[in-house]
């Protein structure tokens, strides 16, 4: 290996403990995704709403958002953001935050619907207010998951990373431990 070469990878267990932190965050945006539901098992808006619940999911994917932003903000201050496979790792992780940080305003914008829903009489404003609300749910769900692609896409990177270490490390002469010293002949004795 030349020594360019070796400054451009990202050590080993550096890469082993952020493929961890990606993964698990991935997971928690995915299932979160998943989780929060607005329509019933019908596939309709429920009657009674609870603005409680849906502020939850607000306040829940903002929390998510800054773990994302801490993660990409951790990983811009460490060296290893330089390298080529740092760059794009980056590039996804910033993709993420920005992905996260758009879906708690639109829980928020479901919930403040919720909250109008009850006191709306005209048939046409409760079909524009429900709609809206479907919409900003799904939008803000959307966001969760392409957040969590995003952060997938920054751990196969890695993982592709960890591939090149492998073979780098089968392409480097192996040295032969030093066996059993050959026994020294003894003088004869007589």
Known sequence: MKPDFQ???????????????????KD???????????????????????YTALLQHATDAQDLSREVLRLAADFARS???????????????????????????????TAEAAVALP???????RHYLTNRMVIDHASARAFLRRSSESLSDAASELDQHLGLHRFLASMTPQRPSPGPSPARSS???R
Do not use: C
Request: proline letters at 8%.
């Open 7 to 25: 400054r451009d990878l990202i050590p080993r267990d550096d890469a082993l403990h952020l493929i961890g932190a990606l993964n698990a965050m």
């Open 28 to 50: 928690k945006l995915h299932d979160a995704a998943q989780r929060w539901e607005l329509l019933d098992e019908n596939g309709h808006v429920p009657a009674a709403l609870s």
């Open 79 to 109: 060296p290893h953001h330089t390298t080529p496979t740092g760059r794009t790792v980056l590039k996804h992780l910033a993709e993420a935050a920005t992905l996260s940080s758009h879906a708690a305003p639109h829980f928020t914008e």
């Open 119 to 125: 006191r709306t009489t005209n048939p046409t404003d």
């Open 187 to 189: 003088p004869r004795h």
